[in-house]
C-alpha cells in the first residue's frame, strides 16, 4: 500500500472517530470536499500545509496521521 493510501485511510478513520463528514471536514479545513474525497482516496500526494490544515481540523497532532494501526491494520 502506497503512503498517500494509508494516510487517506487514517485521515478517514480520523473522521469517522469524531463523526464528521468529508463536507464538514473540508470546512473545517478551508478546503474543497472533492479534495479531501480524493486525499482520503491516496490520489493525491497532499502538501504538508494541507496536512497541518487536517490535523488541526481533527484536533490531533500531525504524528497521529502516520502512525500505523489504521483502519486495515497496517
Known sequence: MKIEEKLGLKIKQL?????????????????H????SSVELGKRNISIRNIEKIALALNVEIIELFKKGTIDGN
Open 15 to 31: 473522521r469517522n472517530e469524531i463523526g464528521i463528514s468529508q463536507e464538514e471536514l473540508a470546512y473545517r479545513c478551508d478546503l
Open 33 to 36: 470536499r472533492t479534495y479531501i
